[in-house]
């Protein structure tokens, strides 16, 4: 595969290169029933009454990010088949029963139709166009995380074969033309709307708190207000070459790779028995950076725009793990030893006082607005029903209606605060009725529909023609998944340890 692409290098014009680096992917934390850890020839799972070790379920898991990094979205839809509380298991099971399916029904992808679909590939784009360049310097990066090029055509293979079998199974399916007429009339009539709105911070400005609440409410909760937990570090940073279009890509590639090459020789040396982290600087003469006591909130400003760093920061467990994995940054790679921690502490009442208040008005001003929302609603119900228009019911109520506005729910007009809320709940109202109260993000919205139409269009044909193709697709998409369900619940997987 890796000489297929240095065959047609020569035939692109390559003005920018992008470099994509699979990220440093570990299927670690593995736990069994007994032990703390498991061991990589510990069975992590059993399918087809076949025992899979984690080393295995490992491998499997990383190349399933691969797979989101190559951008092949469709293979990603195994994760919802299997348990919903677990899809980290789901993604490791499917490819399994996904690849034992195609091997049943004799769906084997030859080589040659795998290197056409990698040319299909988003992340091997350039221009539209397919990037020999980029899908290099793919592999190469692949090659530096223990992937091979049989790897990356094998994920082709099981993406072809995916396809496949979901054309076998439920593309006979078609959409009747009185439900795509039905779901084209949903989506595109034009709907004339009004709006009454009650805004949230209204409702604040009127609530009242007494010190007595905020003792109570302060006493109840008391043990979610700690300061925030502190930490400092020591980090060495794997900085990548900055873009250089000067240089001849050969020589970009070569130092790409040799940080690349940095970050697992430290990363190997990392995971040892008994390795220390001053030790592996030392001993591979890197530069460390050490860092006073900071909170997630308030990190250096070195690192405080790298949020995955942050999240692994306060997130791992120094007794567990010493040495952190690589995390991939905005620029490059970090390695990490937390050096010090130091634990969230008791608030007391006056040094949280008003954090609590704005709790309780909040807490206060939320249930004066629900109230306020649910009375309007059954006031203009009820006056409707009475064959009031709601012009006049809304001015008697001292409510503030808004103009009527024309909207559908294909094509919200952007220029309408919440347009596309809007838009959903009133096409489901008959006209001449209420929507049920929306919650927006400054409160909440009555929706009046008066009226519904079905305007001509001049692509209403066309129109047409993809909501029966959208509404086939959808429905040919839980055909197969039904049906891939069942096959997985045939092959009997069992879980034997499972991930913490």
């Known amino acids: 595969m890796l000489e297929f692409f240095r065959r047609h290098r020569g035939a692109f014009l390559i003005t920018v290169t992008v470099v994509i680096i699979i990220s440093f992917s570990v299927w670690g934390g593995w736990k069994g029933r007994e032990s703390p850890e498991g061991q990589p020839t510990d069975t992590a799972f059993t399918v087809y009454g076949r025992n899979y070790t984690i080393a295995e379920a490992q491998r499997l898991g990383r190349r399933m990010q691969m797979i989101y990094n190559l951008q092949m979205f469709e293979l990603l839809g195994?994760?919802?088949?299997?348990?919903?509380?677990?899809?980290?298991?789901?993604?490791?099971?499917?490819?399994?029963?996904?690849?034992?399916?195609?091997?049943?029904?004799?769906?084997?992808?030859?080589?040659?139709?795998?290197?056409?679909?990698?040319?299909?590939?988003?992340?091997?784009?350039?221009?539209?166009?397919?990037?020999?360049?980029?899908?290099?310097?793919?592999?190469q990066m692949l090659g530096a995380n223990g992937f091979s090029s049989d790897d990356l055509l094998g994920i082709v293979k099981l993406s072809i074969g995916y396809n496949k079998l979901r054309d076998l199974v439920s593309k006979s399916y078609t959409a009747s033309p009185l439900e795509a007429e039905k779901a084209y009339a949903s989506e595109h009539q034009t709907l004339k709307?009004?709006?009454?709105?009650?805004?949230?911070?209204?409702?604040?400005?009127?609530?009242?708190?007494?010190?007595?609440?905020?003792?109570?409410?302060?006493?109840?909760?008391?043990?979610?207000?700690?300061?925030?937990?502190?930490?400092?570090?020591?980090?060495?940073?794997?900085?990548?070459?900055?873009a250089d279009e000067t240089k001849p890509l050969e020589e970009r590639q070569n130092a790409e790779k040799a940080v690349v090459d940095r970050?697992?020789?430290?990363?190997?040396?990392?995971?040892?028995?008994?390795?220390?982290?001053?030790?592996?600087?030392?001993?591979?003469?890197?530069?460390?950076?050490?860092?006073?006591?900071?909170?997630?909130?308030?990190?250096?400003?070195?690192?405080?725009?790298?949020?995955?760093?942050?999240?692994?920061?306060?997130?791992?467990?120094?007794?567990?793990?010493?040495?952190?994995?690589?995390?991939?940054?905005?620029?490059?790679?970090?390695?990490?030893?937390?050096?010090?921690?130091?634990?969230?502490?008791?608030?007391?009442?006056?040094?949280?006082?008003?954090?609590?208040?704005e709790v309780l008005v909040g807490q206060k001003a939320q249930e004066a607005l629900t109230k306020a929302t649910n009375e309007a609603r059954t006031a203009l119900a009820d006056g409707l029903k009475a064959g009031k228009k709601i012009a006049d019911i809304a001015k008697e109520k001292n409510l503030t209606l808004?103009?009527?506005?024309?909207?559908?729910?294909?094509?919200?007009?952007?220029?309408?605060?919440?347009?596309?809320?809007?838009?959903?709940?009133?096409?489901?109202?008959?006209?001449?009725?209420?929507?049920?109260?929306?919650?927006?993000?400054?409160?909440?919205?009555?929706?009046?529909v008066s009226s519904k139409e079905l305007r001509k269009r001049d692509d209403s044909a066309a129109q047409r023609e993809n909501m029966s193709s959208s509404r086939a697709d959808q429905e040919r998409t839980r055909i197969f998944e039904a049906w891939f369900s069942r096959r997985r619940d045939e092959s009997k997987p069992k879980m034997e340890i499972t991930q913490a």
């Open 78 to 139: 195994l994760s919802r088949l299997g348990s919903q509380d677990d899809k980290n298991n789901n993604i490791v099971i499917n490819q399994i029963v996904l690849q034992k399916e195609m091997d049943r029904l004799g769906i084997h992808p030859s080589d040659a139709e795998a290197k056409e679909a990698m040319k299909k590939i988003p992340t091997f784009q350039e221009n539209g166009a397919f990037s020999a360049e980029r899908a290099y310097n793919v592999e």
């Open 193 to 242: 709307v009004n709006t009454i709105a009650f805004n949230l911070e209204d409702y604040k400005k009127t609530a009242e708190v007494k010190d007595e609440e905020i003792q109570k409410y302060y006493d109840e909760q008391k043990e979610t207000y700690k300061t925030a937990e502190k930490r400092s570090i020591s980090y060495v940073y794997f900085e990548l070459p900055k």
């Open 263 to 357: 970050v697992n020789k430290f990363n190997d040396a990392s995971i040892l028995p008994a390795a220390k982290f001053d030790a592996v600087v030392t001993e591979l003469k890197e530069k460390a950076v050490t860092t006073e006591l900071f909170t997630k909130e308030a990190a250096p400003e070195a690192i405080k725009a790298e949020t995955d760093l942050l999240d692994s920061i306060f997130t791992l467990n120094p007794e567990v793990r010493p040495i952190s994995d690589p995390v991939k940054g905005a620029n490059g790679y970090y390695i990490f030893t937390v050096t010090k921690v130091e634990e969230p502490k008791q608030q007391e009442l006056a040094e949280v006082k008003d954090k609590v208040k």
């Open 402 to 448: 808004s103009p009527v506005t024309d909207i559908t729910v294909a094509e919200p007009a952007l220029d309408v605060p919440n347009g596309n809320l809007i838009a959903r709940q009133a096409q489901d109202t008959p006209a001449g009725e209420l929507t049920k109260a929306i919650d927006t993000e400054t409160g909440s919205l009555l929706v009046y």
